[in-house]
């Protein structure tokens, strides 16, 4: 069983910066695919962004394509999720999650954090 735990999230201005990590034990992260989830206050939690097991593939939701990239590193078992030019309406919890598949879809993913919050002032 893959557990997770997401680390970096924090309170930050508009226009700033924060790198999410998300650390794997009690597995081979290289066998799942991981992905980004975020949940606000009142809303569903919503896909994110998602990297396949070797790091070849990468997708970002459009609302935050061109800001947030995903990525990582098997090696330290961590995956990443640097968010740039942060605005207001990003403020939520981060999740991390893992997957079999490369998929966007939460329902898709069978191991997930406690997740990070995120808190984006204006």
């Known amino acids: 069983q893959v557990q997770l735990v997401e680390s970096g999230g924090g309170l930050v201005q508009a226009e700033g910066s924060l790198r999410l990590s998300c650390a794997a034990s009690?597995?081979?992260?290289?066998?799942?695919?991981m992905g980004w989830f975020r949940q606000a206050p009142g809303k569903e939690r919503e896909f994110v962004a998602v990297?396949?097991?070797?790091?070849?593939?990468?997708y970002v939701t459009g609302s935050v394509k061109g800001r947030f990239t995903i990525s990582r590193d098997n090696a330290k078992n961590t995956v990443y999720l640097q968010m740039n030019s942060l605005k207001p309406e990003d403020t939520a919890v981060y999740y991390c999650?893992?997957?079999?598949?490369?998929?966007?879809?939460?329902?898709?993913?069978?191991?997930w954090g406690q997740g990070t919050q995120v808190t984006v002032s204006s």
């Open positions: 009690g597995g081979t992260l290289s066998s799942y695919s």
């Open positions: 999650a893992a997957a079999s598949s490369y998929a966007v879809s939460l329902h898709q993913y069978d191991y």
């Open positions: 990297i396949s097991k070797i790091g070849k593939s990468t």
